[in-house]
């Protein structure tokens, strides 16, 4: 079965500051991935996903993620934060389990923009 | 689009009352997904419908929950007693074929048992 942990339950970064947000996956073949963004009082939206190619994945927002294979990772970056990035993300897994598809869903790590 | 609709929005019951939450996914869409969400264990899938049909049902935590999708445009969530230990906030979610895929997530459903 597959499973993926953020180490990072809660960063905070300065606005304009760079942002890292780790994620390592567990499963025996290459997996799907993705990011979600969830913020306050709302439903996860997608931030971006890796299915197979390009090991770093552009999406919206300004995000971008890269898939290390060797690492077993798949972290998600900015380059310069905003204070409208404050919310919750979640890295998730896809994979076969008992035969058809599953998604897997990480604790989240809820990200803190200080001016 | 208006997106997935989950209703109510919130929902305070008292224990052992039945709680049925609903949802209406995406026009088109033929995967349907319910999530709970707490603190202590996060994002938690419960079942997940392809074509009106459960498709996994691994994740639903007891007897006491059910799911039904009777046609492509409506599913509920059904807790038949409820427990304090339910409260959570329950999320909908579809999208046009398969786990895979991107998911659109409905606004949830807050839901306290006291």
């Known amino acids: 079965a597959q499973s993926v942990t953020q180490p990072d339950i809660h960063i905070t970064v300065s606005e304009g500051a760079s942002l890292e947000l780790r994620c390592n996956y567990s499963y025996g073949a290459t997996p799907y991935l993705f990011w979600y963004v969830q913020s306050p009082g709302q439903g996860l939206q997608l931030l971006l996903k890796?299915?197979?190619?390009?090991?770093l994945v552009q999406g919206i927002k300004g995000f971008e993620a890269e898939f290390k294979r060797s690492q077993s990772s798949f972290n998600l970056r900015k380059p310069s934060v905003h204070w409208s990035d404050a919310a919750e993300y979640f890295c998730a897994v896809g994979g076969l389990s008992g035969g058809y598809q599953k998604v897997t869903f990480g604790t989240g790590t809820k990200l803190q923009v200080i001016p | 689009d208006a997106g997935v609709i989950q209703s109510p929005r919130h929902e305070v019951t008292e224990m052992g009352q039945e709680v049925t939450l609903r949802c209406k996914p995406i026009s088109g869409h033929n995967s349907l997904f319910w999530y709970r969400q707490t603190m202590m264990r996060g994002l938690e899938l419960l079942i997940y419908?392809?074509?009106?049909?459960?498709?996994?049902d691994s994740g639903m935590p007891e007897d006491r929950f059910s799911a039904k999708m009777p046609n492509a445009s409506f599913s509920t969530l059904k807790i038949q007693p409820s427990e304090p230990r339910d409260s959570a906030v329950y999320f909908c979610?579809?999208?046009?074929?398969?786990?895979?895929?991107?998911?659109?997530f409905g606004p949830g459903t807050r839901l306290t048992v006291l």
């Open positions: 890796y299915f197979s190619g390009d090991t």
């Open positions: 419908f392809n074509n009106n049909v459960p498709i996994d």
């Open positions: 979610a579809s999208n046009p074929a398969g786990a895979y895929n991107e998911q659109f």
